[in-house]
C-alpha cells in the first residue's frame, strides 16, 4: 500500500518561493503518475503538476506554467514541487496524489488518482 505525506507549506509575500515535498512509502513500485494539486476556499480541487514516474514527462496548468517546477527523485522516494513568483491567488491546501495509471487524458483530474496525502498549506500575501 502506498502512502504520501507532504510537507514544505508555509507563508510568504507575494513574488516569493516554496519548495514542497511528498514523501511515496510503501509499494512505490506500483506508481505510474504523481500529481500536485491544491484547493483554495470554495474552489474545487485543480491539477497544477504532473511528472510519470518512469520517463519523468512534465505538464503543468496554464495557471502555474513557467512559475512551478515539478521534479522527483527516485532514490529518496520524493517528489517536489517549486514554487516561484507566487502570486495570492495561489494560496490553497497543496496535495499530492498517486497513480497506478498513467493517461494523459487524466492527468488533471482529481477522480483518476486513488492515493492522496494530507495535504499542506499554502499562504500568499500581497
Known amino acids: 500500500q502506498v502512502q504520501l505525506v507532504e510537507s514544505g507549506g508555509g507563508s510568504v509575500q507575494a513574488g516569493g518561493s516554496l519548495r514542497l515535498s511528498c514523501v511515496v512509502s510503501?509499494?512505490?513500485?506500483?506508481?505510474?503518475?504523481m500529481g500536485w494539486f491544491r484547493q483554495a476556499p470554495g474552489k474545487d480541487r485543480e491539477g497544477v503538476a504532473i511528472?510519470?514516474?518512469?520517463?519523468?514527462?512534465?505538464d503543468y496548468s496554464d495557471s502555474v506554467k513557467g512559475r512551478f517546477t515539478i521534479s522527483q527523485d527516485n532514490a529518496k522516494n520524493t517528489v517536489y514541487l517549486q514554487l516561484n513568483s507566487l502570486k495570492p491567488e495561489d494560496t490553497a491546501l497543496y496535495y499530492c496524489?498517486?497513480?497506478?495509471?498513467?493517461?494523459?487524458?487524466?492527468?488533471?483530474?482529481?477522480?483518476?488518482?486513488?492515493?492522496w496525502g494530507p495535504g499542506t498549506h499554502v499562504t500568499v500575501s500581497s
Open positions: 511528472i510519470t514516474t518512469g520517463a519523468g514527462r512534465t
Open positions: 510503501g509499494n512505490s513500485f506500483s506508481v505510474k503518475c
Open positions: 496524489a498517486a497513480n497506478t495509471a498513467c493517461f494523459t487524458d487524466t492527468w488533471f483530474i482529481p477522480a483518476a488518482y486513488s492515493i
